[in-house]
């Protein structure tokens, strides 16, 4: 049964401060600095929020789709960022994505995976939307890390998705690379940082020596034993680039795979008939609206 991590109603915002979040969010940065594809052409931020790392990925002649499930902090997004062509808003399911084969040239994905329940069919459609050639950039929670293996032994170590609770998991990254491979992805490279942000939390004042220590351990055992890992992963293929001019010439229906007209206040599927509503600069294309969420 698909689950969906719904942060509609909590303003995301709030996660970013702190003498944690600040720590986090510095290592977590330098690492997508590194490993970000610089490809122009469209660009995926699959649970984008309320648009944090969009600096990060802004360049010339890319133009970025964010995702999310929860369309206010969509609607955060496009305030903060404002009204621009190369910027534009949908809300989805990540399990069933509107759009078409090979849409995309690069793409992100950060904080979301470890809430997937089904993380193949997450890569699947993942694999599905990106382009021959293209890298994306996803980070996933690592079970086997450094303090899950003093905690946990064995466990630690078993080769799966594990759930750790609520709509939290934690997989193996040789797991991981497997699924990848059979959504028809490839783990390129992979970094890895999260070792101290606890101690910080614990610790504020320490913050600065304690930033010395990550750096010293994200160098040594950050693709292998970190809490956090980012992994590079190229499509595999050689398929032409999206040649898309607009964002309704990369959409579909979710729900069945129809070309979709623009209607102004909605997007209709000539297909199937579904209709998707437009929330001021977000186009709500999520699907099956039935779906459990969890708030």
Not at 51 to 64: D, E
Request: some cysteine; glycine content about 10%.
């Amino acid at each position: 049964m698909e689950m969906i991590k719904d942060y509609t109603g909590r303003d995301y915002r709030t996660v970013w401060e702190g003498p944690k979040a600040e720590f986090e969010d510095r290592f977590e940065t330098a690492i997508i600095r590194r490993l970000l594809s610089p490809a122009p052409g469209w660009f995926l931020d699959l649970g984008a929020g309320y648009g944090r790392l969009q600096p990060f990925y802004a360049r010339p002649g890319r133009r970025a789709v964010l995702v999310d499930y929860a369309v206010d902090a969509l609607q955060l997004a496009a305030q903060n960022l404002g009204e621009r062509d190369d910027v534009h808003y949908v809300a989805a399911n990540a399990y069933h994505l509107p759009f078409r084969a090979g849409a995309f040239d690069a793409g992100i994905s950060i904080r979301t995976y470890h809430h997937m329940n089904l993380p193949e069919r997450f890569l699947e459609e993942l694999g599905r939307t990106l382009g021959g050639g293209a890298r994306f950039l996803v980070e996933y929670s690592n079970k086997r890390n450094a303090l899950r293996l003093v905690r946990y032994g064995r466990r630690a170590l078993r080769r799966d998705h594990e759930h750790y609770g609520g709509l939290l998991f934690g997989s193996h990254p040789r797991y991981f690379a497997e699924l990848c491979l059979r959504a028809g992805l490839e783990v390129v490279r992979s970094e890895g940082t999260g070792f101290m942000p606890r101690v910080v939390e614990r610790v504020p004042a320490a913050a600065a020596p304690l930033g010395l220590v990550e750096w010293a351990l994200d160098a040594a055992l950050g693709g292998q034993l970190a809490p956090m890992t980012f992994a590079d992963v190229a499509k595999r293929g050689r398929e032409r680039p999206s040649q898309a001019e607009s964002l309704l010439e990369l959409l579909c229906c979710p729900a069945c795979g129809g070309e979709l007209d623009d209607e102004e206040a909605h997007l209709a599927c000539g297909g199937c008939g579904a209709r998707y509503p437009r929330v001021g600069a977000v186009v709500d294309l999520r699907h099956p609206p039935d779906l459990h969420t969890e708030p």
